[in-house]
């Protein structure tokens, strides 16, 4: 993927992964139980505090402490939804960023509705999920497949500018960076939109990754005025990191299993002057 119209502000991302390193920002996650243990994990690897509270009577007093909110509807129940609507609460009212990860959405109707609540009652600075669930929360139809993307939607090189176009339109409806993970990522926020390719088809391999994406682009959140800046950042930082750890991991004739551990190993070794050899168009 070559940059032909502009350069990535690469200096300005390098600048966030030190932030996030020198700053150890706390990231409220309340997140699905499946991942919530690698979620932490790479958040420490990245150099972030984490705190994985979902208990409702306490959503104030840690989200108060924390520098970002992250929510993640990957094993819905009602208590987790009470406890995501106080904390989004008192984010909204001490203005710290929200990312809105809606795992599955459109796969139930519980799904779909409760990710829209969030959405439109509390209007998050970030909206990450696959293309499934990104067209699920515009309205429009796709196959669901659970919490994976239908494959046939994913965004691929040859319909990057019409994935790029459909994405900014999004931002702007919602008011908020949009981030569709895929074989090409992309993330715009209504005026700045870049493609992040790399990465390795292992990362879909294993449960979690678009989890632990979520969680560290809260991180980023907490250190980086820009959203925009904040979440292309760290896309760019976990694609370099899945292919980095995949490399190893073939090289040692390992599988999924030590790829995990090997990813969690490429982000807490991660030098931010290697942002400068990401796969990054801007469109």
Known sequence: MNC?????PFPLWENAVRKVRRFSPVVHCITNYVTAGWCADALLAAG????MADEPEEMDDITSIAGSLVLNIGTLRQTSLVSMRRAAETANRLNKPV?????GAG????RTESALSLLNGFHPAVVRGNISEILALAGCTAESRGVDADPAALVHPDRMTESAEWAAQLARRWRCVVAVSGPVDIISDGRHTCAVGGGDPMMARITGCGCMLSALCGAFLAEETDPWNAVSACFAMMSLCGGYAAQSVRAAGGGTASFRIRLLDA???????????AAVQIL
Do not use: H, M, T, Y
């Not at 032909?4 to 990535?8: E, S, T």
């Open 107 to 110: 796969a139930s109707r519980l």
């Open 267 to 277: 982000l807490s070794l991660f030098s931010p002057e290697r942002l400068a050899g």
């Open 48 to 51: 972030a505090a984490p705190i």
């Open 99 to 103: 990312l809105l990860d809606p795992v």
């Open 4 to 8: 032909q119209k502009n350069l990535p």
